[in-house]
């Protein structure tokens, strides 16, 4: 399993734009650019079957587009019901042209699931 998934070229969001990034190993993420600053999180909203990136991105915050509960996007932290379930995040790695999600802490657990 690879532990860098490639979200983006670092031209390629805008500052308060974001993107749906399809993984099948880990589920699919989302990447948000915040000024500048680039941080992923999972895609699938914690309440229920919801895409974040067709939700609402401001101050940081995502707005689901289906019950309209938030989360924080820096911290995975949800702030607004009925979202009570923290989002999974990723650490980010910056390259001198891509974005990167570090995924290596999931596939260690996809690992060990295995060899239970
Ligand atoms: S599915 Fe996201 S708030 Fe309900």
Redesign the pocket.
């Known amino acids: 399993m690879t532990t860098r998934v490639l979200l983006c070229q670092r031209d390629e969001l805008t500052p308060g734009s974001l993107k749906k990034v399809p993984n099948a190993e880990v589920g699919d993420i989302c990447v948000y650019n915040l000024e500048g600053q680039y941080y992923a999180t999972a895609d699938l ?6 895409s ?1 990136a067709e ?1 609402d991105l401001e101050d940081g915050l995502i707005t ?6 938030q989360f924080d996007v820096r911290t995975g932290e949800a702030v607004t019901f ?2 009570e379930k923290h989002l999974r995040t990723y650490q980010i790695i910056v390259t001198d042209k891509e974005v990167f999600a570090d995924v290596a802490k999931e596939a260690e657990e996809a690992l060990a699931a295995d060899l239970a």
Not at 64 to 69: K, L, M, S, T
Request: include cysteine.
């Open positions: 909203c914690t309440h229920a079957t919801a974040l939700g689901c587009p289906v019950h309209w509960g009925p979202c």
